[in-house]
């Protein structure tokens, strides 16, 4: 694995190159109303997340991949609070689906942090341990 963070904004993060797998976290209802999820909505077209969601709420813990985006489900609700434990649930996932699918590099802001209130430090110590015994190369937007 390796694993870097950069100083740059979520535009930089949405004009990344083609061959990098972009990941954010979502609720499991999809309306990605506010901050990163709304501009990563907008530039990635995922409003059809949101409708499948009105239908059947993705499982929190879970990854949905959409096309170049890897959406971690690490809550239930828009205005309702990961955990670590969904966090790390969903890092899991997400690792399978990138192993299995063969995908080598991800870029993604830093998931958990901001409003949504958890610790970087310890989200930053799932991912490398996530990671670890992979051959993924990890790029994280610090703003």
Known sequence: M??????????????????????????????MEEGNEKALKKHFNLFHLTEKARIKPFRVGTCVQSGRVMNLITKKLSWSKPTYTTLNDALAH????????GLQKIAMPQIGAGSERLDWDVSRELILDIFKDTDIEILVYVQ
């Open 94 to 101: 997400m690792r399978d689906i990138a192993i299995e699918k």
């Open 2 to 31: 390796k694993y870097e963070e950069i100083t740059a904004g979520i535009q930089d993060l949405m004009e990344i190159k083609d061959d990098y797998t972009v990941v954010h976290s979502i609720s499991g209802d999809a309306r």
